[in-house]
């Protein structure tokens, strides 16, 4: 809906990080524009901004900024360069409620944003829902109208639109949970922290680097390993569950292979795909838990070693 109010179509480019779930993509799909990948940081995991401008064309109308893992993508340097080309930047914030750049909230940093309260995510309803944010007075009146068939007086329609609205029940599940996400957004500050403490002589495992601009919330706690299948198994036996976020790179799913990309074209999002694993992660972990989980990774490594 974002995309769609602020006019992007078919015949225009929208870029996005090819190191994301796919829904990042599905707005700009959905308005009949094209999806341009680039690659992520290795420290960040989140877009490069480096690797943006060879990417813009003259069809080319939005940057999506990415949080991944509930993380701040670099919102000034995206920032600069969708000023300097007269590109619309907008964030999909669906794995980083609360989260910060520069101590300033997510959500608010670009023209407009999007958040997912699917049941997993940080605030998360006891169905589907999702909300958009901006600080543009008119686009917020044009969002009011286009989720609800594009009226903001019954039957009289200014806009396009579609029925976008929030059952109810999702909303009152919403407003009560919404007061805990500080404590429990903490929380999962709290459990990495432990993680990172605990793992912290574990050579064989990279841990996740909040960069100095962010405050990350941890959506999920996600390290890496040039043993992660083997790790993951091990894990698994140890009745410890695992993720992998993602398992394949967005241009190299079959529904994009009409785009043309191949194998090599994002090199750090390819190798992270073989080496990320994500460690469970959610504000009512326990410490005994953690440790739990770190004892059988260094487990892990130890037998490894002297096998
Ligand atoms: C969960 C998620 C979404 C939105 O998912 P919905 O199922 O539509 O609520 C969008 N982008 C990312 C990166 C996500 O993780």
């Not at 907008?90 to 023209?111: F, I, M, T």
């Not at 044009?142 to 639109?161: L, Q, W």
Request: hydrophobic share 35%; proline share 4%.
């Amino acid at each position: 809906m974002v995309l769609w109010a602020l006019g992007i179509g078919p015949g225009d480019e929208v870029i996005i990080p090819a190191n994301t779930f796919i829904a990042t993509v599905w707005g700009a799909t959905l308005c009949g524009a094209k999806p341009v990948f680039v690659d992520c940081e290795i420290d960040s995991y989140n877009i490069d901004p480096k690797k943006i401008g060879e990417k813009i064309t003259k069809r080319t109308k939005a940057i999506i900024a990415f949080h991944l893992y509930g993380q701040s993508a670099d919102m000034d340097q995206l920032n600069k360069i969708a000023k300097e080309h007269n590109l619309f930047l907008v964030e999909d914030c669906a794995q980083a409620h609360l989260a910060e750049y520069k101590q300033k909230r997510v959500g608010g940093l670009s023209r407009a944003a999007s958040f997912s309260f699917y049941p997993g995510k940080n605030l998360g309803a006891y169905g589907e829902g999702g909300a958009v944010t901006t600080s543009d007075q008119e686009l917020a009146l044009k969002f009011k109208m286009m989720r609800d068939h594009g009226s903001d007086k019954k039957y009289y329609h200014e806009v396009y639109g579609h029925n976008y609205r929030m059952e109810g029940i999702q909303g009152a599940v919403l407003g009560v949970k919404l007061r805990y996400l500080d404590r429990w957004t903490q929380g999962r500050r709290n459990n990495a922290s432990l993680y990172n403490e605990l793992l912290k002589d574990v050579r064989d495992v990279i841990k996740p680097k909040e960069m100095p601009y962010a405050k990350h919330v941890y959506h999920l706690y996600v390290i890496r390993t040039a043993r992660r299948d083997e790790l993951q198994k091990y894990l698994d036996a140890k009745g410890i569950s695992t993720g992998l976020h993602y398992p394949v790179p967005l241009h190299l799913q079959k529904v994009f292979s009409n785009l043309n990309y191949k194998e090599g074209d994002f090199p750090i999002t390819e190798k992270l795909a073989k080496e990320i694993l994500s460690l469970p992660m959610y504000p009512e972990l326990t410490k005994d838990q953690i440790h739990y989980v770190c004892d059988s990774i260094k487990d892990f490594f130890n037998e490894k070693s002297k096998a």
